[in-house]
């Protein structure tokens, strides 16, 4: 039987508890991870232009450490990854995320939580980071998650092993 994980990212519980439901639903795994360095509440302040996510999120070029305490993902055939939305965009430590999972061979959703903001464009950060590092791996359209309803509906519609 085909076996799945899901992954989250989740700084105030939000998305925590949409992929406690999404792994549910699909009978699956579930980690949690962290960034090497933790938010803090003032990192997270995006009325300030000069907080840590502010200017990590603005700047194309940074680079954010995500902590190497993430599962062995070999053993699966799905991986779905949750996070919240920052800036329209998941928060950048995905994208090293994406890096150190090796992700060929892996068929990929990807949910997040957001006040409002849609997938769209998260979605182009994802796949750059999959064309970036030459990933053979089915990459399944992301949405916003806020409710059973939704939840069901993106669930049923999957493409997974
Ligand atoms: C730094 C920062 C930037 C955010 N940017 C957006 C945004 O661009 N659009 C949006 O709809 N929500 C934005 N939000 C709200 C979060 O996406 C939303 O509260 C999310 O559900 C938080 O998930 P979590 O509790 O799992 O961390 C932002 C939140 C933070 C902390």
Same mark, same amino acid.
């Given at each position: 039987? *085909?076996?799945? /994980?899901?992954?989250?990212?989740?700084?105030?519980?939000?998305?925590?508890?949409?992929?406690?439901?999404?792994? %549910?639903? !699909?009978?699956?795994?579930?980690?949690?991870?962290?960034?090497?360095?933790? +938010?803090?509440?003032?990192?997270?302040?995006?009325?300030?232009?000069?907080?840590?996510?502010?200017?990590?999120?603005?700047?194309?070029?940074?680079?954010?450490?995500?902590?190497?305490? &993430?599962?062995? #993902?070999?053993? +699966?055939?799905?991986?779905?990854?949750?996070?919240? #939305?920052?800036? *329209?965009?998941?928060?950048?430590?995905?994208?090293? /995320? #994406?890096?150190?999972?090796?992700?060929?061979?892996?068929? !990929?959703?990807?949910?997040?939580?957001?006040?409002?903001?849609? +997938?769209?464009?998260? %979605?182009? &950060?994802?796949?750059?980071?999959?064309?970036?590092?030459? +990933?053979?791996?089915?990459?399944?359209?992301?949405?916003?998650?806020?409710?059973?309803?939704?939840?069901?509906?993106?669930?049923?519609? /999957?493409?997974?092993?």
């Amino acid at each position: 039987m *085909a076996k799945t /994980l899901v992954l989250y990212y989740s700084a105030t519980n939000t998305t925590k508890k949409i992929a406690e439901k999404v792994a %549910q639903k !699909l009978d699956a795994d579930i980690a949690e991870i962290h960034a090497a360095q933790p +938010y803090t509440a003032a990192d997270l302040d995006w009325h300030d232009s000069t907080s840590r996510t502010s200017i990590e999120q603005h700047d194309h070029n940074s680079r954010v450490a995500v902590k190497e305490d &993430f599962p062995d #993902i070999s053993g +699966y055939d799905n991986i779905v990854i949750g996070h919240p #939305i920052w800036w *329209a965009i998941p928060p950048r430590m995905i994208a090293d /995320l #994406i890096d150190k999972l090796d992700l060929n061979g892996k068929n !990929l959703a990807l949910f997040a939580t957001s006040g409002g903001t849609n +997938y769209d464009r998260s %979605q182009s &950060f994802i796949e750059r980071a999959i064309k970036e590092n030459n +990933y053979d791996t089915k990459v399944n359209q992301g949405a916003v998650l806020n409710n059973a309803g939704q939840i069901d509906s993106w669930v049923d519609n /999957l493409s997974l092993a």
